[in-house]
Nanobody
Framework: QVQLVESGGGSVQAGGSLRLSCAVS????????MGWFRQAPGKEREGVAA???????RYTDSVKGRFTISRDNAKNTLYLQMNSLKPEDTAMYYC?????????????????WGQGTQVTVSS
């Protein structure tokens, strides 16, 4: 069983930054594709960013140029650097994983999920 634990959420004013982390309890982490998702109250879960096992990345249009997904295979950790935050970025953020080389931005790509970390951006 793979466990994912997110951290780094919090409250910030618009224009601010946060860095989310996701610790993965799997020594074969480097073979996993990873993703960040978010879900606001009353809305569907949305794929924010994904990173393949080779480091290739993809983003949803609304965060391009503001968010950066990265991974540190030596630390079994996934990151999401979020800059220029907007109130509409407010949501619960989840990391997700699957043991395959490539994943997309849809939730069905992923098998394992963390419990989430809350991000609140005030105007």
């Amino acid at each position: 069983q793979v466990q994912l634990v997110e951290s780094g959420g919090g409250s910030v004013q618009a224009g601010g930054s946060l860095r989310l982390s996701c610790a993965v309890s799997r020594y074969t982490y480097s073979r996993y594709c990873m993703g960040w998702f978010r879900q606001a109250p009353g809305k569907e879960r949305e794929g924010v960013a994904a990173i393949d096992s080779d480091g290739s990345t993809r983003y949803t249009d609304s965060v391009k140029g503001r968010f950066t997904i990265s991974r540190d295979n030596a630390k079994n950790t996934l990151y999401l650097q979020m800059n220029s935050l907007k109130p509409e970025d407010t949501a619960m953020y989840y990391c997700a994983a699957r043991e395959r080389f490539v994943c997309g931005l849809g939730p069905l790509w992923y098998k394992y999920w963390g419990q989430g970390t809350q991000v609140t951006v005030s105007s």
